[in-house]
């Protein structure tokens, strides 16, 4: 049984008590990180996860664009655009509790802040209607650390108090490069390589705490599974604009993401340490974490004041993967992967762009939500996820396109359902808050021009 069931069992299903961890870099604060690849990033700019996260028909001229591939070939020739983000996330994790005999006794509460970089993306022409796209940004990341300390009458009457402690973080990285090219007039097409590389480390210990045995013997376990993530999978996306001239723009997208087998390098390291004698092995391998193959579409309207777009996806975790994401763990769970489906609404408005006595009317308002269900589940209970946001955006000058752009994030993960085995176990409900700051810059300047002199 691998050693990650072990911790959901614990964690997830609510036997073990949550505790803060350290790691600068880790965005993730959650049980629900040990399995797979952790909790997946929002992907766009600031100004995107602000409208609720919508981008696959954001067709612009004066943003980069993180979603769809095909939205490259917007870029004005002698252009050039870039944009570097920001994200604070502020979490707490809460979890009732019942006693052995299914009496509640309380809710359990912890949490943690972090700050990181969240996107870095440039765009820039190759030809006319041909452009090319480069961006950095964390896909997904991990983070938790737990700890157990078991008194069962069959441990405590032999040997003492054992405590068990697991703990995990680390990250997945995205790096894509892509062109989009419009082949026709208001149609467009684009494809991506996108470049995975992280490391991600599960930590695990036993020990006893209060020995009553006197000269007999035990066993402690020290152990360490580092999972390095090196591969490349690829983007394939449209774009056509249905209405388009100066007042109206009504796009759709689509993209297809080809998922698979990351195929992480994985180095075990386990020490066995008993009153006699320590034991110490070494093992790598290969393991097989996965992304999903998934497919996004979607509708973007936009007019000088006006911003608004619904947009889905579907990411296929569970299906056609021959059971080999679905485990067994302790009191007869089940921790498994499954389909997700996801919905978004974005909408934007923007007074009036060309006021120049009243620079709040040139600043864009934006609103949005999400919704859908988290990768896996456990013992068939899912783990839906709502995020409501806002957000906006200042232009830092007249007649320009480049701006300052603000958004806000709150969102529920999980809930307070009770699990079907007994003793009563409480399942972790999340409540976070993101901030996010990003920089969206020279849009409205001419690059790659030759000045000339008289």
Request: net charge positive; hydrophobic share 35%; charged share 15%.
């Amino acid at each position: 049984m691998r050693v990650a069931v072990i911790v959901v069992a614990c964690a997830v299903l609510g036997i073990c008590t949550v505790s803060a961890q350290g790691g600068a870099a880790v965005t993730a604060y959650s049980p629900y990180t040990m399995f797979g690849i952790g909790e997946l990033q929002t992907i766009g700019t600031a100004q995107s996860r602000a409208m609720g996260g919508v981008g696959v028909a954001w067709r612009s001229t004066q943003m980069p664009s993180m979603a769809n591939p095909a939205g490259y070939s917007a870029t004005l020739q002698k252009s050039f655009l870039f944009s570097v983000g920001a994200e604070g996330n502020f979490l707490q994790n809460t979890q009732k509790q019942y006693d052995a005999n299914g009496v509640y006794t309380g809710v359990a509460k912890n949490g943690k802040n972090s700050v990181n970089i969240h996107e870095i993306a440039v765009q820039f022409p190759l030809a006319k209607k041909l452009g090319m796209g480069i961006s950095l940004m964390p896909y997904s990341s991990v983070g938790y650390k737990m700890s157990f300390l078991d008194q069962s009458d069959d441990i405590a009457g032999n040997i003492g108090a054992a405590s068990y402690t697991y703990s995990g973080d680390g990250d997945v990285t995205e790096v894509k490069l892509g062109v989009g090219w419009e082949p026709f007039k208001n149609f467009s097409i684009g494809a991506a390589a996108k470049y995975y590389w992280g490391k991600i480390t599960h930590n695990y210990a036993s020990a006893v705490d209060n020995n009553i045995v006197g000269n007999g013997s035990y066993l402690s376990v020290i152990g360490e599974d580092e999972y390095a993530i090196s591969n490349f999978k690829f983007q394939v996306g449209l774009q056509w604009s249905a209405i388009a001239n100066d007042k109206h723009l009504l796009t759709f997208g689509a993209t297809y993401d080809y998922g698979g087998g990351l195929r992480p390098k994985v180095t075990k390291n386990l020490v066995l340490n008993n009153t006699y004698e320590t034991t110490v092995s070494y093992e790598k391998g290969v393991s097989q974490m996965q992304l999903p193959h998934s497919v996004k579409a979607g509708v973007m309207y936009q007019s000088p004041k006006y911003m608004a777009a619904v947009e889905y996806e579907f990411q296929a975790w569970g299906s056609g993967n021959d059971g080999r994401f679905e485990e067994k763990i302790n009191n007869n769970m089940t921790v498994k992967y499954v389909d997700t489906h996801t919905a978004k609404v974005g909408f934007s408005y923007t007074p009036n762009r060309f006021d120049v006595r009243n620079y709040m009317n040139r600043v864009s308002y934006r609103v949005g939500f999400r919704y859908s269900n988290y990768y896996q589940e456990y013992n068939g209970h899912g783990i839906p996820q709502y995020a409501v946001t806002a957000g906006l955006s200042f232009p830092l000058r007249f007649m320009g396109t480049s701006s300052i752009d603000v958004s806000l994030e709150y969102g529920l993960r999980g809930s307070h359902a009770l699990m079907n085995v007994a003793p009563k176990i409480g399942m972790i409900r999340q409540d976070y808050f993101k901030v996010g700051l990003g920089f969206s810059l020279f849009g409205e300047d001419y690059w790659f021009v030759r000045p000339k002199y008289d």
